[in-house]
């Protein structure tokens, strides 16, 4: 199991030639819970970002992330049915309420199995000093969020 926070960042390479193709920039989740891309952030002036399928990604390292070939990376582009955590408007720092109406935080990280990609947590802050005082919480959830315009609704049954 990783946390996002852990990849942000970090070199991707391919494994066949050892070139280095970016960093890992972003998180691209479907909104049935899955980890559908990370999205890189590639070298070079005029390249743009491009989505990495959890699928051809072969490792995740502590010091960069492992795939097969630069040909199974697609260009970037925004559909509706994919969320991101940063960019477009992302996830993070979004309200997080259950399906009660209670607030629970703001989203700071998600935490996933590398091999799957299916998210198994979220992280939620209450801001810096409550951070400070009683910890950040992790949420764990089977079923998949409901991700609106304004908040997020997390059913905890």
């Given at each position: 199991m990783r946390t996002f926070s852990l990849l942000?960042?970090?070199?991707?390479?391919?494994?066949?030639?050892?070139?280095?193709?970016?960093t890992v920039c972003d998180l691209c989740i479907?909104?049935?819970?899955?980890?559908?891309?990370?999205?890189?952030?590639?070298?070079?002036?005029?390249?743009?970002?491009?989505?990495?399928?959890?699928?051809?990604?072969?490792?995740?390292?502590?010091?960069?992330?492992?795939?097969?070939?630069?040909?199974?990376?697609?260009?970037?582009?925004?559909?509706?049915?994919?969320?991101?955590?940063?960019?477009?408007?992302?996830?993070?720092?979004?309200?997080?309420?259950?399906?009660?109406?209670?607030?629970?935080?703001?989203?700071?990280?998600?935490?996933?199995?590398?091999?799957?990609?299916?998210?198994?947590?979220?992280?939620?802050?209450?801001?810096?000093?409550?951070?400070?005082?009683?910890?950040?919480?992790?949420?764990?959830?089977?079923?998949?969020?409901?991700?609106?315009?304004?908040?997020?609704?997390?059913?905890?049954?």
């Amino acid at each position: 199991m990783r946390t996002f926070s852990l990849l942000k960042g970090l070199p991707v390479y391919e494994e066949s030639t050892g070139t280095m193709l970016g960093t890992v920039c972003d998180l691209c989740i479907s909104n049935d819970g899955n980890v559908k891309s990370l999205v890189m952030d590639s070298k070079g002036l005029f390249q743009r970002d491009r989505l990495i399928p959890i699928s051809s990604v072969t490792s995740f390292g502590s010091d960069g992330v492992m795939v097969a070939s630069k040909h199974r990376l697609f260009p970037f582009h925004h559909d509706k049915q994919s969320f991101f955590l940063y960019n477009h408007h992302g996830l993070f720092r979004k309200p997080i309420l259950t399906s009660e109406g209670e607030k629970l935080g703001l989203l700071e990280d998600v935490y996933f199995h590398e091999e799957m990609g299916r998210i198994v947590g979220y992280e939620i802050t209450d801001g810096f000093f409550a951070d400070i005082t009683e910890g950040k919480k992790v949420i764990k959830t089977n079923q998949p969020l409901t991700i609106g315009k304004d908040i997020i609704v997390v059913n905890l049954e």
